[in-house]
């Protein structure tokens, strides 16, 4: 009865909705506030012949090799090929769905930190995607995002573009309509430069310039 119960709470703790309200998020709006961490450029591939240790690449190549290796520790070691070029993608933690993914003859599209090791250029956990020959790249820098254990980044994308198309208001502008008067004139509306100079009336220190500049910063 007790492992009953702590099967259905672990089973309750893994659902989308828990994940989510571990990151704070529990509604549209706040999908659209979780904000990147970073942004990665995945628009341009580059030829693994060309590949430098050190930085992230994306590239593309044919899977000649995917098997599970024991030593030093159990691993998911997968051997790409772009020509004569060859790179190895590593996966210390996988799920048998990624195994099943890069199988023989596939073509994948990485992106990941290129290091050396014992046999070659090699990615450690990159991203992958099995691709289409002529799969066209994104026109824009992908985000990556702060996320939990069992929320992949691209879920997590596709439930932020989701709830944008859903409620397209959520990108509407919130700062006050005279914010982009300000930001295109250096002259501020009447309110604030009355404001202003009061400002500049009370206290000696404050140049008239100065506090007009400092409603359009």
């Given amino acids: 009865m007790a492992r009953t119960k702590k099967t259905a709470e672990k089973k309750t703790s ?3 909705a828990n994940k989510l309200s571990r990151l704070g998020i529990a ?53 790409i090929e772009d020509g004569e070029a060859k790179l190895v993608l590593r996966f210390f933690n996988f799920y048998p769905s990624q195994q099943k993914a890069l199988a023989v003859g596939k073509l994948v599209r990485a992106f990941g930190d ?19 020959c002529g799969t066209p790249l994104p026109d824009r820098l992908t985000p990556v995002y702060p996320t ?17 198309a859903k409620n397209p208001a959520l ?20 309110r604030i430069s009355s404001a202003g100079s009061a400002a500049g ?3 000696s220190r404050l140049e008239p310039s100065a506090s007009a500049g400092a409603g359009c910063a």
Wanted: proline share 8%; net charge positive.
């Fill in 201 to 203: 009336r009370s206290s």
């Fill in 171 to 190: 990108l509407a502008e919130t700062l006050p309509p005279w914010t982009s008067c300000c930001a295109a004139s250096p002259r501020r509306p009447k």
């Fill in 14 to 16: 893994n659902t989308l």
């Fill in 148 to 164: 939990t254990a069992g929320l992949s980044q691209e879920h997590l994308r596709k439930l932020v573009q989701g709830a944008l």
């Fill in 114 to 132: 290129v290091r050396e090791g014992y046999f070659g250029m090699e990615m450690v956990h990159p991203s992958f995607h099995v691709v289409a």
């Fill in 27 to 79: 509604r549209d709006q706040d999908l659209v506030l979780h904000l990147p961490l970073r942004y990665e450029d995945r628009t341009q591939l580059c030829p693994l012949e060309a590949v430098k240790p050190g930085r992230a690449w994306q590239i593309e190549g044919t899977v000649i090799n995917t098997d599970i290796q024991y030593r030093p520790r159990r691993q998911l070691v997968c051997l």
